[in-house]
């Protein structure tokens, strides 16, 4: 005879198993009715505190607990006419972490959104931005800043500029930050100013080494404007808050004082404004003395070469920060954006302080190894920067930069 298997049993055991599955059910929805929660996340004892003060949980609370589902489970699984076996399964799913209403993966915080390695932090705790404001060590931090400065100027300096930088330094509405190149900066500790100054020693480092490293824009985001100057500068005919109040009037977001040298002081910047350029050869500022907008140094920051010390090259470049992305438009773009104010004018002494931190080599001046090394980055600047335009232009549009018309 065929094997033939006899279907009802097997009907009949299924029904079993369902009535089982629905009481075992039901007395967990008895638990969570009486607030017998078997997650520790759900029940909410009473705390006390230890010796310490440190709060912890009643163990009489827990004891209770232990016994009242205990109860409930035996009194409700009798009335259900479940076996023992079945009450063991159901109390031991009770104190499982399984039983918890909330799985473990429901309590990580993972935000994409949050800056890069910061995503497992909640988004109201992160600070993304810093500043350069000194507090206090005491007191409540609220009340550490009398006013907050709403400027940033930066000098490289050493100490032979001492007294220059000295008759510069006037205002209560700037920062000030020092860049020591020659490593001797407790020697400036006679200046009263020189305490609320922020000082950052590294022999022999350009200011756009540190600039890099020390001026990051989310470090310096308080700031509206950021000088980021030569120390060699004379400031007696300079008004840094007239300066600002002329650059934001116009909208000019990279910009730098007019300069006369010591052989010819221009009479005619008094006069002028702010003194533009039509043409893309012409739209730059010097990086002896520029000021960037907080919104401008953000990109500048950017295309600063971390290798790439002096800078030089830099200054052709800057228009890149301030113009639209649709040419023809560009050119009048940037001439908007950046100019030079000849109303608030400087003198350039040019000292050549920097180059004496070079270093003697094959019977050259330590000036001039200075000078071969800031040629030699202008070169690797301009080839860098037509690599990086060409290589997307290419790759992302499928444009040449050289056989196209509105580049």
């Known amino acids: 005879m065929p094997n033939v298997r006899c279907a009802q049993p097997r009907r009949f055991m299924h029904g079993i198993e369902l009535v089982t599955l629905r009481s075992r059910a039901l007395l967990h929805q008895l638990g969570y009715l009486f607030s017998f929660s078997f997650c520790d996340s759900e029940i909410a004892p009473r705390r006390s505190c230890n010796r310490m003060g440190t709060p912890t949980r009643s163990s009489n609370t827990r004891r209770g607990n232990e016994m009242m589902r205990l109860l409930v489970t035996t009194i409700a699984g009798v009335v259900l006419g479940l076996s023992t076996q079945d009450l063991l399964y159901v109390l031991s799913s009770f104190r499982s972490p399984r039983g918890c209403s909330h799985r473990h993966s429901d309590t990580k915080i993972w935000v994409p959104s949050n800056p890069r390695g910061a995503e497992r932090l909640p988004p109201d705790i992160v600070a993304s931005e810093s500043d350069l404001y000194p507090r206090r060590l005491w007191g409540l931090p609220r009340e550490d800043l009398i006013i907050k400065p709403r400027y940033l100027v930066c000098f490289t300096v050493g100490y032979e500029q001492k007294n220059n930088i000295h008759a510069a330094v006037k205002k209560e509405n700037f920062t000030f930050m020092l860049f020591h190149y020659d490593g001797r900066t407790s020697e400036w ?31 310096v985001a308080p700031y509206d404007y950021i000088f980021i100057w030569d120390e060699d500068l004379g400031l007696e005919n300079f008004d840094a808050e007239e300066y600002i109040k002329l650059v934001r009037q116009h909208g000019v977001d990279i910009s730098q004082p007019g300069v006369a040298s010591n052989r010819k002081q221009r009479k005619d910047l008094a006069g002028a404004l702010i003194r533009t350029c039509h043409h893309v050869q012409c739209i730059f500022v010097e990086i002896m003395a520029p000021v960037f907008s907080r919104e401008a140094w953000r ?3 950017y295309m600063i070469q971390n290798d790439l010390v002096h800078g030089w090259g830099l200054d052709l470049a800057l228009r890149k920060c301030v113009e639209v992305s649709n040419p023809p438009y560009a050119v009048r773009q940037a001439h908007e954006k950046i100019g030079v104010v000849d109303s608030q004018w400087i003198m350039h002494h040019t000292v050549p302080s920097l180059g004496n931190q070079g270093q003697a080599e094959k019977g050259k001046a330590p000036w001039e190894g200075v000078r071969e090394r800031c040629k030699k980055e202008w070169t690797m600047f301009k080839e860098r920067m037509a690599a990086a335009e060409k290589d997307y232009y290419y790759k992302a549009k499928g444009i040449d930069p050289l056989n196209s018309t509105s580049h």
């Open 189 to 219: 500790d006679d200046l009263e100013w020189s305490t609320r100054a922020i000082h950052v020693s590294a022999r022999k480092q350009t200011k756009w080494w540190y600039a890099k490293r020390f001026l990051h824009p989310d470090i």
């Open 299 to 301: 990109c500048v920051w």
